[in-house]
Structure formats: C-alpha cells, structure tokens
C-alpha cells in the first residue's frame, strides 16, 4: 500500500507546477489581485499600494499611475516591489514616462494613458489577452517581435508586418477586443 500512495504523491508532486503553469501569471491572480473597489488603495481602484519605493532612473523619482501599480508586483522586493518576474528600469524598455520623444518612436494615442507611455503602452495584462507576456501585438510566442515593435518605431520593421500588427484590448466593451494597427507616421527625410 506504501507504494501505491508513495506513486500518488509523486504523480500529484509532478501535475501540480503543470497547473498552475497552464494557468498563466495573471489568470491565477484574477480581477482582485489588482483592482478592489471597496478597499482601493490608489487612484485606479488598486488593490495593492502602488509601488513608491522604485525610482525612475533618469528623474530618480518614484513611479506614479499604473506603472507604481505593476511594479508593486514586478520589481524586486528591495524596490519596494513583490519580486514576481521582477523589471528594471535601466535594462529595459522605458516605462512611466511622461513625454515620448517623437525622433526616437511615434506612440500611437491608444497606447498611451493621459499622455504618458506607462506599462500598459505595451502589456494588457487582463486574462483575456492570449498574447506572449501580455503584449497588445501578437508576436507568435516572440518569434515575431518586429510586428510589436514596428507599431512604434516603424522605421526599424518591415512596414508590411507592421501593417497587419492588430492592437488588443480588453478595455474595449464592444466585444472586438483586436483593433487594426495604426498607420505608420511617414518617415521624415
């Protein structure tokens, strides 16, 4: 009988990461991982207290709006963050900016939020979105950044990809969470 038990716990051991792996890093955390309308503890019905401890690092001033609210999860935990799949703000994309310089990408309006690029320019992070990392372009598992990539800074992808990239929203409540990529500013000569 020891045997037959010991089997069930390894198998159990084993499918265990296997679920919760198939469930995706925000679909286990569901709506209130995030957001709580009686208990808010930020502007945006938050649920956790948005990061103020993880310093930009050119005005080497705190985070505000959504992305203090990613960052309370997504920094390391002596950045005031949760250490889950941790960013930082020197070694990656720039998030929580408040002006985008036109020479370097031209932001389309839908990826920004009042005029500033924050974390959800690039990532929807509801359950909803099936893309790679909860990007608004599909990128066919990253094997396809250039279309993601391309929506901004245009001259750096091939305008065809580009062209068909489709923005995904889950915020859109007509039910058409895909809206076509906008056109590309022309390249100024």
Do not use: W
């Not at 286990?28 to 502007?43: E, F, L, N, Q, R």
């Not at 070694?91 to 005029?115: I, Q, T, W």
């Amino acid at each position: 009988m020891s045997l037959v038990r010991s089997l069930l716990v390894a198998a159990l051991a084993l499918a265990v990461p296997l679920t919760t792996r198939a469930a995706g890093g925000h679909d286990s955390v569901g709506c209130g991982g995030c957001h709580s309308i009686h208990t808010a503890k930020g502007k945006i019905i938050f649920a956790v207290t948005p990061n103020t401890k993880a310093l930009d690092p050119k005005t080497k001033q705190p985070y505000s709006g959504t992305t203090a609210l990613c960052l309370a999860c997504h920094a390391d935990s002596k950045d005031g963050g949760q250490g889950y799949a941790p960013v930082s703000g020197h070694m990656s994309h720039p998030y929580g900016v408040s002006s985008v310089n036109p020479k370097v990408a031209k932001v389309p309006g839908e990826l920004l939020r009042d005029g500033r690029f924050e974390c959800i320019g690039c990532h929807d992070p509801h359950p909803s979105n099936p893309n790679y990392k909860y990007l608004r372009v599909d990128t066919a598992k990253g094997q396809q950044m250039d279309a993601f990539c391309g929506v901004c800074h245009p001259g750096k992808a091939d305008a065809a990809t580009v062209k068909q990239a489709a923005l995904f929203t889950s915020m859109d409540e007509s039910g058409a969470k895909r809206a076509a990529a906008p056109a590309p500013a022309p390249a100024k000569k």
